[in-house]
């Protein structure tokens, strides 16, 4: 018995970030919920008891506590697609503080051109911390500091907090913003 044909892909191109606004706040928080549940098998969380995960960054985002933070929607095709958060990193330069494309777009290429826009906006040290055991991320975050820099980056891990393994880190530095002939 042969396996039946996966259903097409939806469409990924083109792929546009749109600055989060006061009219954004609804989509932001479900997809923050997406996201949330997407890392609860690695940080092995459950809901709580109306169903919701706590999403400290989207929150404090929301809130505006954080002056230098900036957030964007990610659309692919025109449909929501996904999300970045970034704000200011206490050791200088800038950080994303979420990352989050739909399982329907990933694989598509849609994540890659929003990281790589949102840093080429702001030339200059990044930091980007991810957690290893979450599958596929160290792989992507280093392709795209690679893009960005070629082999000028490093890579170090965070200390271990005592619920989990340790965040890792990929720090860059983007003297400037080069911008590819095609946005592919």
Do not use: C, K
Request: charged share 20%; proline share 9%.
């Amino acid at each position: 018995m042969t396996s039946p044909a996966a259903p097409p892909r939806p469409e990924s191109r083109p792929v546009e970030l749109h600055p989060v606004g006061r009219a954004d706040r609804a989509v932001l928080t479900n997809l923050g919920q997406l996201f949330r549940h997407d890392l609860s098998e690695s940080y092995g969380h459950v809901p709580n008891d109306d169903g919701s995960f706590n999403d400290r960054t989207v929150d404090l985002f929301l809130a505006g506590a954080d002056p230098e933070a900036r957030g964007w929607l990610i659309t692919a095709a025109g449909r929501t697609g996904g999300f970045v958060l970034t704000g200011a990193d206490p050791g200088g330069g800038r950080t994303i503080s979420a990352f989050f494309v739909v399982r329907g777009l990933r694989r598509t290429g849609v994540g890659r051109i929003a990281a790589l826009e949102v840093i080429r906006m702001v030339p200059g040290r990044w930091v980007i911390g991810f957690q290893r055991y979450n599958p596929g991320v160290e792989d992507f975050w280093s392709a795209v500091a690679t893009e960005l820099t070629g082999d000028s980056w490093e890579i170090h891990d965070g200390p271990a907090p005592a619920t989990r393994p340790p965040d890792t880190f990929i720090t860059l530095d983007l003297v400037r913003a080069p911008w590819p002939g095609n946005r592919t």
